[in-house]
């Protein structure tokens, strides 16, 4: 491993060792905090959806040159 990746590994560790070590937390979280996250996960999905309408023709022309159709070749009946 080169000298960045290590240190790469070695942030991500300990970022993680940070998350998974609990903590006392002293805070207060007032009861409209709860909507306040509700509204904004709704909102993204709403806004992802919103941009996947407008990009849904480049993405079905893109999505095509990875997966090209297969043409069905028609029998001859005898």
């Known amino acids: 491993m080169n000298h960045c990746t290590r240190l790469a590994v070695c942030l991500v560790f300990l970022i993680l060792l940070g998350l998974i070590i609990p903590s006392n ?14 509204q904004l996960i709704v909102a993204a999905l709403i806004g992802a959806l919103f941009t996947v309408k407008q990009y849904w023709q480049k993405i079905k022309t893109f999505s095509k040159a990875f997966f090209p159709e297969k043409t069905k070749k028609k029998k001859d009946e005898d």
């Open 25 to 38: 937390a002293y805070a207060y979280l007032d009861p409209g905090t709860g909507s306040y996250i509700f």
